[in-house]
Nanobody, 114 residues
Framework: QVRLVESGGGLVQPGGSLRLSCAAS????????MGWYRQVPGKQREMVAF???????DYVDSVKGRFTISRDNAKSTLYLQMNSLEPEDTAVYYC????????WGQGTQVTVSS
């Protein structure tokens, strides 16, 4: 019923930029806390950034100053602007939504490499 579809991943050189999008099929999207997580094979999925229904944001320390999370409630879409990308940012990035229950997208691959 709830569907989250990520897009915008790809291959980028170190120092480059990408913008990820998450199109959410959710009733009352504006009431959800939304976030981006990432996962590398063999490691736990980690929170990259989140934004609440009232606009509060937070980021994992490693991306502070480089990534910006935002949302467009009119379009039911979540974004992650990723600048100054580093090889360590390589991961599958997942869109996340919660209103108590939790929902995940299918993920989009981001590869940062020369």
């Amino acid at each position: 019923q709830v569907r989250l579809v990520e897009s915008g991943g790809g291959l980028v050189q170190p120092g480059g930029s990408l913008r990820l999008s998450c199109a959410a099929s959710i009733n009352a999207f504006s009431r959800y806390t939304m976030g981006w997580y990432r996962q590398v094979p063999g490691k736990q999925r980690e929170m990259v950034a989140f934004i609440t229904n009232v606009g509060t944001t937070d980021y994992v320390d490693s991306v502070k100053g480089r990534f910006t999370i935002s949302r467009d409630n009119a379009k039911s879409t979540l974004y992650l602007q990723m600048n100054s990308l580093e090889p360590e940012d390589t991961a599958v990035y997942y869109c996340y939504a919660t209103n108590g229950d939790s929902y995940w997208g299918q993920g989009t691959q981001v590869t940062v490499s020369s």
